[in-house]
């Protein structure tokens, strides 16, 4: 009866979804005021439904209700309770559900929360939501209904995919989801501009926050990605350039640089064009990841729930939400011309440099992701485009992209000073160079491409201190006055310099760790040491180990230097019987200044294994860079100017209204 419950909870969902999508649409076009105010309701009531649909799949999972297609496919009673609850989005129709219950938890958020925003508004964004929602539950509904019944039920289900048994990618797809789905208010937002003619600096103020929020979810969702990719895969590497990887990171791109912008127009009601597309543009990639990762035409360890047949339906949704906002972009976008004139050197300049590099960056990762796609549909021609093109095309676009954050935060609106602004960092410049030299003499190494790539870690890090010391006159004013000053620095302000210190903190754990990484490959029988980058890995043992679903073959590996013990390191080697799959689980210490990384691999005839031992300088660096950057979004999130709007009749409030001859276009 329960999963009946959510099957009718679903369906019911999809109804509201298409009111919510239609009724308050056509009564703001309409001035219809009971229209517009079903948007409010049609949101919280199709947020309630789908929680109760959810939460029937996921009891279905815990008591192990085999009658549910989905659970007999993806669950097995003698899997531990917490992969039970996860496994429910760790497969297709479940994840797809979770889909739809992200979006709909930031449809009623803007429903409960914006009550400033004007009522055509506010009805015009609800509705773009809901036609994205009705768009998505019809496919779950017909194409991927997670209440399927079985008859008769199985004894016992084929259990989940032993790579998604662990807590790291447990926790990565909502977190992902929560950024790509989170994306959809933004793009909720420039459709209703686009359809009312309004793009201010209130609109701005008001889309800023769900932008923001979104960016750190999908932050910390691809850092959870690498970190599961990195001690789960056993190959040692955080990034591989895989292509569901990349359908993570081109929104996570273009978001970027939709912050960034969304900031002239607040400030400056420029670039209103431009941001209204980068909103469009960042859902649209979101899309993207999603068809990729559904429609089954990638082969990726990360792609763990495919249907190439599925994937046609997905394949029609992108097509309907991204041309049709593209077609409604080209015909009111030049009703949007601006006369905010800047000059190149300004903090409006910075920001367009900032956001050209971040979207040509962005564009080489999809080139680079969909050419082999294509030249297979076109020729049958099979190529893969690996790391060494997204290398040679990526990190040059950005260094000056990292070099400009530092230097932008100094220019004035309108019209910036160069030189004073250079003047203003060259302390940072300084501390940049000197820490360069001395990374190259700690690490005994004359690699003048990573002292490149730690001088610009360096560089970001020094300059966004910088800026902070220059706004509260650090050693300039009294002590009690740069107290003061910074009591009361805007949060945003903060987040700003906590965010850019954590890409610092990032590009030199990547830096670091890619250049300086020492790697031993042999095959040792126990009692065997090696010596790796000045500490001495013995192999001393490996066991049969028997776990709740799975059987392992478990190492300990003693790890010491200069005869003192650092650590003993237990990599595993797990069998999943039900699903018939093995799987590596790396042995990791960390120091945070580095990671000693430990696989053991299969037993020779001789009685040797094969094994691989690590030394990976400051490779923790980066998921603490990721959280630091996360962090710094969320304080800026708290900031107040980002929880309130502009009032309507504001300073700023000036309404850009589309001209009457492209109201009837």
Not at 545 to 573: F, H, W
Request: glycine fraction near 10%; include cysteine; hydrophobic fraction near 55%.
């Amino acid at each position: 009866m329960i999963p009946e419950t959510g099957h009718f909870a679903l369906s019911l969902a999809l109804m509201v979804a298409l009111v919510q999508g239609i009724l308050p649409l056509a009564g703001a076009a309409r001035g219809h005021g009971a229209w517009m105010a079903l948007a409010r309701p049609a949101a919280q009531i199709q947020f309630v439904l789908i929680v109760v649909a959810f939460a029937a799949l996921t009891w279905g999972f815990v008591v192990s209700d085999f009658s549910l297609a989905v659970v007999a496919r993806h669950s097995h009673s003698a899997k531990p309770m917490i992969y039970k609850i996860t496994g429910v989005w760790g497969n297709h129709e479940g994840s797809m559900l979770l889909w739809v219950l992200i979006l709909a938890v930031f449809g009623a958020a803007v429903a409960t929360f914006g009550r400033n925003l004007p009522a055509s508004l506010r009805a015009r964004v609800l509705a773009v939501q809901g036609l994205i929602g009705t768009g998505f539950l019809a496919f779950i509904v017909f194409t991927s209904n997670p209440f399927d019944r079985v008859i008769p039920a199985p004894a016992d289900g084929q259990g989940l995919n032993p790579l998604l048994q662990d807590i790291g990618l447990a926790i990565h797809p909502p977190f992902l989801y929560l950024g790509y789905v989170g994306f959809s208010t933004a793009f909720a937002f420039a459709v209703a501009a686009l359809i009312e003619g309004r793009v201010d600096a209130a609109w701005a103020r008001w889309v800023r926050p769900w932008t923001l929020a979104a960016w750190c979810f999908l932050t910390i969702g691809i850092g959870l990605g690498s970190w599961w990719a990195y001690y789960e895969l056993g190959w040692g590497g955080w990034w591989y350039w895989d292509p569901v990887e990349n359908a993570s990171f081109m929104p996570w791109l273009v978001g970027t640089a939709l912050l960034h912008s969304a900031i002239v127009v607040e400030k400056r009601e420029a670039l209103r064009a431009w941001t209204i597309l980068l909103a469009i543009l960042t859902f649209s990639l979101s899309l993207v990841g999603t068809f990729l990762v559904r429609s089954g035409v990638l082969n990726s360890v990360h792609s763990f729930a495919s249907d190439p047949d599925r994937g046609l339906f997905i394949l029609m949704l992108l097509v309907a939400a991204i041309g049709g906002s593209l077609i409604l972009y080209a015909i009111r976008a030049p009703a949007l011309r601006t006369t905010a004139n800047f000059q190149p050197v300004s903090r409006e300049g910075a920001v367009l440099l900032n956001n050209l590099l971040l979207t040509t960056a962005a564009a080489t990762v999809f080139i680079g992701t969909l050419y082999p796609l294509f030249l297979d549909a076109i020729s049958g021609a099979k190529i893969s485009v690996g790391p060494p093109f997204f290398n040679l095309t990526f990190i040059p676009l950005m260094t000056p992209l990292v070099i400009a954050m530092a230097v932008g935060p100094f220019l004035a609106w309108k019209r910036g000073d160069f030189g004073w602004a250079m003047k203003k960092l060259r302390l940072a410049a300084l501390a940049a160079f000197l820490i360069a030299g001395l990374s190259l003499w700690i690490a005994g190494s004359t690699n003048l491409l990573a002292a490149g790539g730690i001088l610009l870690a360096a560089w970001l890090i020094a300059g966004a201190l910088s800026e902070v010391a220059e706004r509260i006159k650090l050693f300039r004013a009294p002590l009690d006055s740069v107290m003061a000053r910074a009591r009361h620095l805007p949060r945003s302000a903060w987040g700003m310099t906590v965010a850019h210190a954590g890409m610092g903190i990032v590009i030199a754990g990547m830096t670091a760790s890619t250049a300086w990484e020492t790697e031993k490959i042999a095959a040792l029988k126990p009692g065997a040491s090696l010596d790796v980058a000045g500490y001495v890995f013995t192999l001393d043992k490996v066991e049969e180990v028997k776990g709740p679903n799975y059987t392992s073959q478990r190492a300990a590996v003693t790890v010491s230097r200069d005869g003192s013990l650092v650590a003993v390191l237990r990599p595993e080697k797990r069998f999943y019987p039900v699903q018939r799959t093995e799987t590596t689980e790396a042995g990791i210490h960390t120091t945070w200044l580095s990671d000693l990384y430990a696989v053991v691999s299969r037993q020779s005839d001789d009685g040797a294994w094969a094994v691989r031992f690590y030394h990976k300088p400051l490779l923790p660096w980066i998921w603490i860079g990721i959280i630091v950057m996360a962090l710094g979004g969320g304080l800026s999130l708290t900031d107040r100017r980002h929880r309130v709007g502009v009032p309507a009749g504001g300073k700023t409030a000036r309404k850009t209204t589309v001209p009457a001859g492209a109201q009837k276009a």
